[in-house]
């Protein structure tokens, strides 16, 4: 090898390095989507180093020359891209073209293999380019130059093998080291930008972070200098960060504070020269701080030293936060606790704390008058010290009542008491009390009041002894009973109590217009006035507010020397009660008859009806398919046909609501249910409506026809969009639900068990309470004539039952409604519900059928449908006759299509006859009657191929071809 070739790869590995500064600039530090033209530029300036590469050739022979663009085409594929690769390609071959030679197209075949090398390993690596290996480098260079050796072949004949002899070895070996160093050079160069760019990145972050947070945060040298202050100082402090820059720290502190940081600095200082400093430790610190306008304000600093290599300070990082407002508050807890102490120690009644051990941690200074005791004397002493065994007893048992009803309730009522005074005598006292808890809701004492009531026990009892006869008569009575003077209540019995709450001794004395709620006063004290003296009622207030109905009763009656009045009231509660219960069943009972009134009208008529219907429907459908679909008369016709299907519509809503209509019962996941039909809803309800759908996972399975969901999701919506004017949402959601029998008992409506909801709810014009009632009823509507038939919740409402589930609907005016289906969970497994929607109607393959049905109108329809359809049809009117006609046939019959109910046999019976004849005969069942009319029949089976009249043409022909296909 001469100098000249070597100083050709020492130029060559010169500007492949050249390639790794080009691939920093250029390919690391651009967008990440680049545009084709830089891309195409990028290109063209990896071809021109490439050409830089070929003018420091080794020549083999004249014509004949090796250098190392291979290395760089195969990387620039695998790192650049398909773009830069095509430029480069198309420059250096160029150039190899234009250099000439008998090498000329071998070179540039090595030139393009070597490209497309790098782009298909590119492309094949479908990775990340960092993770690539030296090894995955390496093994990159050998199939590149393999594939180079291979291009070779085309050299002419006489030097072919000689220059593979010659140079194979070496381009196997020093070509793909090559290839792995400059594939490192560009790894490691990436890497060092990527550390770069996070490096700034998190910077970025931090900076973004202290410059957005509402705490101030500061940074200072060891000289108290400032060298960082966030933007937040402007909100707290009201100086710009440039204005506070310029302050020195005390124009920023006050004096106070001040002391208190230098304090803090010279501790530190003074710890870290002995060594004992803790680095991680940060200082919590009280100071007071200068706003731009002279005022100060409080704030909470998070004090940190910033250390060196060393661990010594270099500066201080602090964090500041407002807690002026806190400061404030402490202030005013202060005074408010000043004021209510002087009030504690100035008041008649004792007011005390004692800790869980019941020991008096407090007593006011009343316990002196009260007990003879001093304050020094009484605290530290036990409750069980000031009373004997049966009273402390009295007054645990309340203590422990109120622990068991935390955290509900820890108020402690000792009604009365009897404590010892100093010189030994007894008093009573009555003791209101409460449990005190800690932040984790733990007691940790008691707090409370105690009252002398000695000389009112002593009146009560003296007033007891010289009533206590009067009272017995009177607690005789099982009413409540008042004697009053103009409404004030001279003496009552424990009756009275009972019903209203107050103890007798509370309502003695007291105004008798305060049992009565506001709302009846007025009308009570007309008949005080006016001495009315027959029943009547109104409405009692019990002392918890609550009111209840009441029968009052009143007698004049001579009371100590005057002429007063006596009142029995009579709480009616469980009168009005039954009363409202009985209106209840009387609704309950008159709804049902009206559903039984509907549904015998319904299933009465639902027979001849739907024959009539299907004859109508039928003929015109044939009559349309025979005329001029231009002609004249097509619109009549489509007239007649659309208002068969929509009397078709309003018999089977009626049947829904009655919960007679046909169904075919399946196991289903309602939310695919309904995400089948939420594209044909957004049609529904138009555009300005946003339809929302909140499915839960997991939902439990639910037995139904999946039709019937269907008119659920129909009908509700249809009602909720026009209860929204013009824009507006309507929302569907699903969930499971539980429900025990306690819930049920407090709300109506409900029943137990495990149900699946379907809840659909709109931001409308809302329901009146008094529609709200009747909504449920067939034919009733608020909706204008042309607008609603009034099946619609009725429809909703008899498929609900009809699955043994229950509905609620929740509205008000003005405030949208939600409507909330609750249908049995099913212990089973959900199918998929495939809904079919044919393209053409199918037409038959010259099967025989045998069309039995007893209305001839409809079988000469159903004869006409299927013999146009290409079907052999057998017609008989009466069971009889079909199974004449089967024996006489001397052919196969493939299909029985027949009525369910017909005199003397019915067509269950029917099927089973003849299919002792043609034992592979399929069945189709067919009728006008309502579900329980025919359920007995068999027919409604799972698995049995039933038709509901009135039915289509394309109806008749797609279950007659299913099946036959089965």
């Not at 830069?84 to 250099?99: E, K």
């Not at 008992?745 to 068990?753: K, M, N």
């Not at 049995?824 to 045998?850: C, F, M, N, W, Y």
């Amino acid at each position: 090898m001469t100098s000249t070739t070597i100083i050709g790869f020492i130029n060559n590995a010169a500007l492949l390095i050249t390639l790794v500064f080009i691939y920093d600039v250029v390919a690391l530090r651009q967008p990440v989507r680049k545009s084709s033209l830089n891309q195409i530029l990028l290109g063209a300036v990896l071809g021109f180093i490439g050409i830089g590469i070929m003018m420091n050739p080794w020549e083999f022979i004249p014509g004949v020359i090796f250098d190392s663009r291979s290395v760089l085409l195969c990387i620039t594929g695998f790192f650049f891209g398909t773009l830069p690769t095509l430029a480069a390609v198309t420059l250096m071959g160029g150039y190899r073209l234009a250099i000439g030679g008998i090498g000329a197209w071998t070179g540039t075949a090595i030139i393009v293999t070597s490209g497309a090398a790098g782009l298909a390993w590119r492309h094949w690596r479908k990775k990340d380019l960092n993770d690539i290996s030296s090894g995955e480098l390496f093994l990159l260079g050998i199939v590149t130059h393999i594939l180079m050796l291979f291009c070779m072949l085309t050299l002419p004949r006489s030097i072919i093998f000689d220059v593979l002899f010659k140079i194979s070895l070496p381009v196997i070996l020093v070509f793909p080291l090559g290839t792995v160093l400059l594939g490192k050079l560009i790894l490691n160069r990436h890497e060092r930008i990527r550390s770069e760019k996070a490096a700034y990145e998190s910077e970025k972050r931090s900076r973004m972070i202290a410059e957005n947070m509402a705490d101030i945060i500061t940074t200072m040298d060891m000289d108290l200098r400032f060298t960082y202050i966030s933007p937040s100082i402007i909100r707290l402090l009201g100086f710009t960060v440039e204005e506070a820059m310029e302050k020195t720290i005390d124009q920023i502190m006050t004096p106070e504070s001040l002391q208190i940081v230098s304090r803090v600095l010279e501790e530190e200082l003074r710890l870290e020269a002995s060594g004992t400093a803790d680095p991680g430790r940060p200082r919590i610190l009280e100071l007071e701080e200068y706003k731009k306008d002279g005022s100060a304000i409080w704030v909470e600093n998070r004090l940190s030293f910033i250390r060196n290599e060393n661990k010594k300070s270099v500066g201080i990082l602090s964090v500041s936060r407002d807690v002026t407002q806190r400061k404030q508050s402490e202030k005013l807890l202060r005074e408010s606790e000043a004021k209510y102490r002087l009030l504690a120690d100035n008041t008649v009644d004792c007011i005390w704390l004692i800790n869980m051990d019941l020991v008096f941690t407090y007593i006011n200074p009343a316990i002196y008058e009260m007990t003879g005791f001093t304050v020094k004397e009484w605290i530290g002493s036990k409750l069980q010290d000031h009373c004997d065994e049966k009273n402390f007893e009295k007054m645990a048992v309340a203590i422990m009542s109120a622990l068991e009803k935390l955290p509900d309730n820890s108020s402690i009522v000792i009604s009365e008491a009897a404590l010892f005074q100093k010189n030994g005598a007894t008093i009573y006292v009555e003791i209101i009390g409460k449990i005190l808890l800690d932040e984790e809701g733990k007691p940790v004492g008691l707090q409370g009041v105690t009252r002398d009531i000695t000389q009112r026990r002593l009146s009560e009892q003296a007033l007891r002894e010289s009533n206590e006869r009067f009272n017995t008569l009177q607690n005789a009575s099982f009413g409540g009973i008042a004697i009053h003077d103009k409404g004030l209540i001279l003496d009552c019995n424990q009756g009275l109590s009972e019903i209203t709450g107050y103890s007798v001794t509370e309502l003695v004395g007291m105004d008798g217009l305060l049992l009565i709620a506001e709302k009846s006063r007025n009308a009570v004290m007309r008949n005080i006035v006016s001495d009315y003296e027959k029943p009547y009622e109104s409405v009692g207030l019990h002392k918890n507010g609550k009111e209840f109905p009441l029968r009052l009763e009143a007698r004049k009656m001579p009371y100590n020397g005057k002429t007063v009045r006596a009142v029995e009231f009579r709480d009616i509660t469980e009168q009005k009660h039954s009363e409202k219960e009985r209106d209840k069943l009387q609704a309950q009972l008159i709804q049902a008859q009206k559903m039984e009134s509907v549904g015998r009208l319904a299933g009465g008529v639902a027979h001849d009806y739907n024959n009539a219907l299907s004859v109508i429907i039928g003929f015109t459908e044939l009559a349309i398919d025979n005329m001029d679909p231009y002609g004249p008369e097509r619109a009549n016709l489509d007239e007649v046909l659309a208002a068969a299907k929509h009397a078709t519509d309003i018999t089977r809503q009626l049947l829904a609501f009655a919960r007679k209509q046909a169904i075919a019962p399946k196991v289903v996941d309602l939310n695919g249910n309904v995400e089948g039909m939420l594209k044909m809803l957004r049609r529904l309800i138009g555009e300005d409506i946003d339809l929302a759908w909140l499915p839960k996972a997991d939902l439990w399975p639910v037995k139904v026809d999946p039709s019937q969901i269907d008119q659920i999701l129909a009908n509700l919506c249809v009602n909720a969009r026009d209860a929204i004017d013009n824009v507006g949402r309507i929302t569907i959601e699903t969930e499971n639900s539980k429900f025990d029998d306690i819930y049920c008992a407090d709300h109506t409506g409900f029943v137990p068990g495990e149900f699946v909801l379907l809840a659909l709810s709109d931001n409308g014009c809302g329901i009146e309470k008094e529609i709200l009632n009747n909504i449920f009823e067939p034919f009733f509507t608020t909706k204008d004539v042309d607008k609603g038939t009034g099946l619609g919740m009725a429809t909703v409402y008899g498929i609900v039952k009809q699955n043994n589930g229950f509905i609620n609907i929740y509205s008000e005016p003005g405030q949208g409604t939600t409507i909330k289906i609750f249908l049995p969970r099913h212990e089973g497994k959900a199918v998929d519900i495939q809904k079919e929607s044919p393209a053409e109607i199918p037409a038959g393959r010259g099967e025989t059928v045998l069309l039995v049905e007893d209305d001839l109108s409809i079988l000469k329809l159903a004869r006409k449908i299927l013999e146009g359809l290409g079907y052999i049809v057998l017609t008989a009117g009466t069971p009889v006759e079909a199974i004449g006609l089967a024996k006489e046939n001397n052919g196969e019959i493939h299909l029985l299509v027949t009525d369910v109910i017909m005199p003397k046999m019915n067509g269950r019976e029917l099927s089973e006859r003849l299919k002792l004849l043609y034992p592979d005969l399929k069945n189709i069942f067919m009728s006008g009657y309502t579900a329980d009319a025919i359920a007995h029949h068999g027919v409604l089976n799972e698995g049995v191929r039933f038709i509901q009249k009135p039915f289509s043409r394309i109806d008749l022909a797609i279950n007659v071809r299913k099946a036959l296909d089965v």
